[in-house]
């Protein structure tokens, strides 16, 4: 993903060589690990029931597009990331800014959400299915259990920063509590916030899939447990491509759009 | 570095006459009758540990520039952020133009040593950021801010983020925010004391040029004895903690001042020495 903050530079001389070197390298890693995978193949080394092929893989991702993988499922695991990610990082983002404004509530529950953060949530995935059934819901309560903790922790990390010069800035130049939420704190916290919600996407996408994979009868997860079953490797690997090519393209439109609002923190890199 | 010229107010007829000029000699910002900030016997005893201000009597007439030193970690700070009204003291009388102490004076201005700029807002915004929290509607604030990057010769670097300044730039850019509320009286707080020795005197001078055409009052705080002499009509010398006045100068060097002709005047050497010995029984 930092292959944009070199991309940004194209047109300057050196550093359009360096972003030349850096695709050559992440490309020649690509390129490595399809190589040794069909050499396994080709000289008997791993079973291609196993493993799958790179030639075989390809050709199932270019046809998975006229099937319902495509043109069904993606849609479900898709609504179920989006509707997961909006209502969780919303949830996660008001709890942390409620918690953030109260020191004693704040003390005594932080270790609770620390420690609500590092449960392995997607295990809490069969309980969602008890409650809401074999249905999208289900899989965007799984959601919103993930992306909300990560995001409230976020978000008081982020409103709470300590910074006592930027306070005694605020506080010298007589500036009232909501001018110091909006002029301090807010714009403080922006790439703390934005690093939340680029975490909470890729989280949402993940959980959305293992929701999935538990139980259900759509979505990208369902046909991955398919595959594995019965030995279709090809297509199982083609599935993931999908999946990866939509969370990375997902993750960096985020980025790009939050990209204005944390712009300052680019610039900090550049100078170092 | 572009510094601005402070010999522009037609005033430099007395530098280089007589260099011993009395302080009484007058300028345009000479000190007037009325007290800008008077404390007496001011003590800070926290509830726990020991004191940190003991009885602190100090008077900062109206257009007088106080320095204050003395050793590290006696109470020099603590004194100028209570007299900005940030820290609340436990005795005697502190009067800031005969009001209680309080943040956020409209006629006051607070510097720090670190330049504090927000680094999400561009050079001229941030100027502009102390106009805006007194309510200052935009296209005046940002002439304004204009006008005060100006002064610090920095009109090009207007739309430039904190992160591609250099620090001395960074500490101009503070200044500009610093003045461009037109305060009347500044309190800074080493001002220059994360700046290297060549920027320093260069910011001295910078101050000097926008401190002599106003007529403020300034209080500040340092432990570069040099700055003190340079910058002030008075010294003022803090015990080691808990904090008193353990002597004070008038440092009687002719205005305007210029940071290099001010270290060769043979009464700063006489000064410097007079109170550097004082300072070292303090560190003793």
Redesign the interface.
């Known amino acids: 993903m930092s292959w944009r903050k070199t991309g940004r530079n194209a047109g300057h001389g050196p550093m359009t060589r360096e972003a030349f070197t850096i695709w050559g390298i992440r490309l020649s890693i690509v390129l490595a690990v399809l190589l040794i995978w069909q050499g396994l193949t080709t000289f008997n080394l791993m079973n291609p029931v196993f493993i799958g092929t790179p030639g075989g893989t390809f050709r199932e991702f270019i046809l998975q597009f006229n099937t319902r993988i495509v043109t069904t499922d993606l849609g479900y695991t898709l609504r179920e990331t989006l509707a997961g990610f909006a209502l969780g990082t919303l949830l996660g983002l008001l709890a942390g800014a409620l918690l953030a404004q109260n020191e004693m509530v704040r003390r005594a529950a932080s270790p609770l959400l620390t420690a609500a953060n590092s449960l392995p949530r997607v295990t809490l995935a069969p309980l969602f299915i008890i409650w809401f059934g074999l249905g999208s819901t289900a899989k965007i309560a799984l959601v919103i259990s993930v992306v909300f903790f990560i995001m409230a922790l976020n978000t008081i990390a982020g409103l709470t920063m300590p910074d006592p ?2 306070e ?2 605020a ?5 009232s509590r909501r ?1 110091r939420l909006f ?2 704190v807010i ?2 916290a ?1 790439p703390t916030l934005m690093a939340g919600l680029e975490l909470s996407l890729v989280y949402s996408f993940l959980s959305a899939v293992v929701g999935e994979f538990v139980g259900g009868s759509y979505g990208l997860g369902v046909r991955l447990q398919e595959f594995a079953n019965t030995f279709e490797i090809d297509k199982f690997f083609a599935v993931i491509i999908l999946l990866a090519i939509i969370t990375t393209f997902m993750a960096e439109l985020l980025q790009l759009a939050g990209r204005r609002a944390t ?2 923190y680019g ?2 890199k ?2 170092q | 570095m572009t510094v601005v010229s402070p010999s522009q107010h037609g005033l430099d007829t007395t530098r280089g006459v007589d260099n011993r000029a009395p302080h009484s000699q007058p300028t345009r910002r000479n000190a007037t009758a009325g007290l800008a900030v008077e404390a007496i016997d001011v003590g800070l005893s926290p509830s726990h540990g020991i004191d940190i201000l003991d009885s602190i009597s100090l008077s900062v007439r109206e257009g007088e520039f106080v320095a204050v030193i003395g050793p590290s970690g006696c109470g020099k700070t603590t004194f100028l952020n209570a007299v ?1 009204g ?1 820290i609340g003291i436990t005795r005697g009388s502190l009067r800031v133009r005969g009001d209680l102490p309080s ?4 006629d006051s ?2 510097a ?1 040593a ?1 330049d ?1 700029l ?4 561009s050079a001229i915004r941030n100027v502009e ?2 106009l ?3 309510g200052v509607k935009k296209t005046e604030r940002t002439a304004m801010a204009e006008e005060a990057l100006a002064r610090v010769g920095l009109a090009a670097a207007r739309d430039r ?4 300044l250099s620090q001395g730039m960074r500490q101009r850019v503070a200044l500009a925010r610093t003045f461009v509320t037109h305060p009347t009286l500044m309190m800074m707080d080493e001002p220059f004391g994360a700046l290297d020795a060549q920027t320093r005197v260069l910011m001295q001078d910078l101050l000097l040029s926008l401190l002599e055409d106003s007529a403020g009052t300034l209080l500040f705080i340092t432990h570069d004895l040099a700055e003190a002499l340079v910058l002030a009509d008075r010294v003022v010398l803090f015990s080691d903690r808990p904090a008193r006045v353990s002597a004070q100068y008038d440092i009687d060097i002719a205005r305007p001042r210029r940071s290099q002709d001010v270290r060769r005047d043979p009464r700063f050497v006489q000064l410097y020495d007079e109170i550097w010995s004082a300072l070292k029984n303090e560190l003793a």
């Open positions: 010069d930027r005694l800035l506080r010298t130049l007589g500036a001018q002029h301090f714009p403080g922006m712009r300052w610039s900090d550049l100078k | 900005a940030l943040p956020g004076r409209p201005a607070y720090l670190r504090t927000l680094p999400w807002r950021l102390a805006q929290i007194r983020h904190p992160a591609a």
